[in-house]
């Protein structure tokens, strides 16, 4: 990377926006997205809008099988139509899945058939006031956290089997946060939706690094997307939307490694890292983050427990 890159990327801004990602974009190697996926199935949650309609669109363009796991039976259905619309050899099939109920993603993963070659856990949410689930937990925990990890969980045999990839769409928001389990899990005085996420996205991250270390047959990837236009900016984050929808990348953009990470070649070795930009990244720029190893083993003690009714 040039100096000029290296001062660019410092400023966060020139570097998350579209510009940042033109930029990063001229040492992309075309190739690696030169790949059929014919044979190979991929599941993404969330994938009725934004990153996760783009990751599921590029992932179907390439020749695989693609569930789009949606919440809402409505919007999941105009999403699978619009994918055929663009694309009508695609093999995409619409799941319904509540990821922030793990009785729901029990019943899900107990119902999908065949191997997964790709789980891209996608959905998220960035709600401004604290509810909690009807199973008892904090949405965005819940959401974010939870469900990705008991999901990944459930279709780890069939992961496994395939050598697969899961890939965990993180922010860049997590990188001011230090792990906190009391507000990851909304147990605060007073609750404050931006570090809610951050906090669990920051947990998305660490136990990724965990699966990396428990499960060697699957690579396991977290990456951020930078700043897309998609609902969820628009819907949770109105004024910083206002100030910076000029310079906010596309979803395409925004789903760009994501995609990269399912299908690129050469990914052997390099399991647990934080990607952004088809590159991997420090998960602590700013050194009062890291944090303690009791701390990373209580998280993964903390979403096991939870899931424990799932394995029941
Ligand atoms: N856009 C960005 O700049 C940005 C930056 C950093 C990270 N991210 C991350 O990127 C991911 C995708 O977000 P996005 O920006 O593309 O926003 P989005 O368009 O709003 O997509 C979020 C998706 O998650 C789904 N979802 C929410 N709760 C769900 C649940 N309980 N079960 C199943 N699906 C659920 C939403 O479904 P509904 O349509 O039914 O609500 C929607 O399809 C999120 O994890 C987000 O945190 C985005």
């Not at 050899?89 to 799941?95: F, I, N, R, Y």
């Not at 789980?119 to 939870?146: I, S, Y």
């Not at 993964?300 to 029941?312: N, R, S």
């Amino acid at each position: 990377m040039s100096f000029f890159d290296s001062v660019l990327d410092a400023s966060v801004v020139l570097s998350f926006d579209r510009s940042g990602f033109r930029r990063h974009a001229k040492r992309f190697v075309s190739a690696d997205m030169q790949v059929s996926m014919q044979g190979k199935t991929a599941l993404v949650t969330g994938a009725n809008s934004g990153i996760g309609f783009s990751v599921s669109k590029a992932l179907a363009a390439l020749g695989a099988t693609v569930h789009l796991a949606c919440r809402d039976e409505g919007r999941g259905q105009r999403a699978l139509e619009a994918i055929r619309a663009e694309l009508p050899s695609a093999d995409v099939h619409l799941q319904k899945l509540d990821v922030s109920l793990l009785a729901d993603v029990r019943r899900f993963a107990d119902t999908l058939p065949g191997p997964v070659d790709v789980l891209v856990n996608n959905a998220g949410v960035l709600p401004d006031t604290m509810t909690r689930t009807r199973e008892g937990h904090e949405v965005t925990f819940a959401t974010n956290v939870l469900g990705p990890h008991a999901l990944t969980s459930a279709l780890m045999p069939r992961l496994v089997v395939a050598k697969g990839r899961v890939i965990t769409i993180a922010s860049g928001g997590m990188l001011t946060q230090k792990l906190n389990l009391h507000a990851l899990q909304g147990q605060v005085a007073k609750f404050d939706g931006v570090v809610a996420y951050a906090q669990t996205k920051r947990a998305e991250v660490i136990l990724s690094e965990q699966w990396a270390t428990k499960q060697a047959e699957v690579t396991f990837s977290t990456m951020h997307p930078g700043w897309a236009d998609t609902p969820a900016v628009r819907s949770s984050l109105p004024t910083f939307y206002s100030m910076t929808k000029s310079i906010l990348r596309t979803p395409e953009q925004g789903a760009d490694t994501a995609v990269w990470l399912a299908v690129a070649p050469r990914l052997a070795g390099k399991s647990g890292l934080f990607w952004f930009d088809r590159a991997p990244v420090s998960t602590h720029p700013l050194g009062f983050t890291k944090e303690a190893p009791e701390d990373r083993e209580k998280l993964w003690a903390l979403v096991e427990t939870a899931c424990a009714t799932l394995k029941a």
